[in-house]
């Protein structure tokens, strides 16, 4: 069984704060993780996946595979930040088909 | 492009009716997963479609079913509605090639309450 824990609901910092945003996940093969991002008023998005190793507007993930963990981090806390936070894992099936997992979610809030 | 789009936005039924909702992929998209949101809690998958087919299914009962079109578009049906059924369905696209590490694009979503 594949399965994604955000274990904060909420997370409130300070403009300029450091943000952590957990995710840990369990799948007994290789994921593929990904960080979705959902503004107000506006559809669920992809912020960035591990795969491509990129930095998508400040924020950066690794993926830790002993720890079982695929944190956002992103030094400095911009208000524009404010959104909730979707950790996913995409895992391969029989037959060549993938399914997606998501966390229950993280309100970063970042207070002026 | 306008991308994925759903119809209809908003929907109320009564316990116990059939509800159909709509989905267009984005462009250039052969794969439809669909996802049901409660509130508070993050996207759960239903199913995905690819070739008109049904590949893969999430732990939903029989009552949620669906279909892909030639075109690609789907519709997700539900019947025997529940007072459980009452979320915010989302349905995404996705490019089959594009293997484990695709992006999904998502729609708007449809709210669907039952009363």
């Known amino acids: 069984a594949q399965r994604v824990t955000q274990p904060e609901k909420l997370l409130s910092v300070f403009k300029g704060a450091p943000v952590e945003l957990k995710c840990n996940y369990s799948y007994s093969g290789s994921p593929e993780l990904f960080w979705y991002v959902q503004y107000s008023r506006q559809r669920l998005q992809l912020l960035l996946r591990?795969?491509s190793r990129e930095s998508i507007k400040g924020f950066t993930a690794d993926l830790n595979k002993g720890e079982t963990s695929f944190h956002l981090k992103k030094p400095f806390a911009q208000e524009e930040d404010s959104a909730m936070y979707y950790c996913a894992l995409s895992g391969w099936r029989s037959g060549g088909y993938q399914k997606v997992t998501f966390g229950t979610g993280t309100k970063l809030q970042v207070i002026p | 492009d306008a991308g994925v789009t759903q119809s209809p936005t908003h929907l109320i039924k009564t316990r116990g009716q059939q509800v159909t909702l709509r989905c267009s992929p984005k462009s250039g998209h052969d794969t439809v997963s669909w996802y049901q949101q409660a509130l508070g809690q993050g996207p759960q998958f239903i199913f995905q479609y690819y070739e008109e087919e049904e590949r893969q299914r999430g732990n939903f009962p029989d009552r949620f079913s669906g279909h892909q079109f030639p075109n690609y578009s789907s519709e997700l049906n539900v019947n025997a509605l529940l007072l459980g059924d009452s979320a915010l369905y989302l349905c995404?696209?996705?490019?089959?090639?594009?293997?484990?590490?695709?992006?999904?694009?998502f729609g708007p979503g449809t709210r669907l309450t039952v009363t």
């Open positions: 995404a696209s996705s490019l089959a090639l594009a293997g484990a590490s695709y992006e999904q694009y």
């Open positions: 591990h795969i």
